[in-house]
T-cell receptor
Framework: DAKTTQPPSMDCAEGRAANLPCNHS???????VYWYRQIHSQGPQYIIH???NNETNEMASLIITEDRKSSTLILPHATLRDTAVYYC???????????FGAGTTVTVRA | DAMVIQNPRYQVTQFGKPVTLSCSQT?????MYWYQQKSSQAPKLLFH???????NEADTPDNFQSRRPNTSFCFLDIRSPGLGDAAMYLC????????????????FGPGTRLTVL
């Protein structure tokens, strides 16, 4: 059973913020939210992860709702190189398995 | 730069002819993974090594085997490739140690695209 639900695709304009939603209504208390992306013909790349607090790094920000049932990945200034499939994954820290869902295909347009 | 290297990037084999895909890493990570990614699908974990301990996923076919002779190298052996085994094969690594990397973040190689004729 899929643990996360993401829109299959979305477009965004270059230079604008891209907000990628993810629903994980059955998330457990010890499960983290991870985001990876996969640029065409490359291996997946880790972006960010969080438990319940909002997180920010050099690539993106992660906003997790207070009830933890959904989250949003924010790419603050999307570039053409951010065109990729973005995967939202819930996972117990310490569990080695990454279970990828279908992800969201994000296309950044000039 | 520390990295995960997969060779070759493209591999062509014949139906039923054994093939081996290679992965090496300079990250000194203790965990190595093999994923299969078919066209337009998400990566699917086949198995992983935690140090020398092999962990097979329940639904990984017996046709797929793996070897890890040392920390740096891991091989994927497909004993009798079928047409359905054509896919991108991704190697990844992670570390138990908090070394400045995000805990349990997985680092992926570029993949080997396997074609079965």
């Amino acid at each position: 059973d899929a643990k996360t639900t993401q829109p299959p695709s979305m477009d965004c304009a270059e230079g604008r913020a891209a907000n990628l939603p993810c629903n994980h209504s059955t998330i457990s208390g010890n499960e983290y939210v991870y985001w990876y992306r996969q640029i065409h013909s490359q291996g997946p790349q880790y972006i960010i992860h969080g438990l319940k607090n909002n997180e920010t790094n050099e690539m993106a920000s992660l906003i997790i709702t207070e009830d933890r049932k959904s989250s949003t990945l924010i790419l603050p200034h999307a570039t053409l190189r951010d065109t990729a499939v973005y995967y939202c994954i819930v996972r117990v820290e310490g569990d080695y398995k990454l279970s990828f869902g279908a992800g969201t295909t994000v296309t950044v347009r000039a | 730069d520390a990295m995960v290297i997969q060779n070759p990037r493209y591999q062509v084999t014949q139906f039923g002819k054994p093939v081996t895909l290679s992965c090496s890493q300079t990250l000194n990570h203790n965990v190595m993974y093999w994923y299969q990614q078919k066209s337009s699908q998400a990566p699917k974990l086949l198995f992983h090594y935690y140090d020398k301990d092999f962990n097979n996923e329940a639904d990984t076919p017996d046709n797929f085997q793996s070897r890890r002779p040392n920390t740096s190298f891991c091989f994927l052996d497909i004993r009798s490739p079928g047409l359905g085994d054509a896919a991108m094969y991704l190697c990844a690594t992670s570390s138990d140690e908090v070394t400045g990397y995000s805990y349990n973040e997985q680092f992926f190689g570029p993949g080997t695209r396997l074609t079965v004729l």
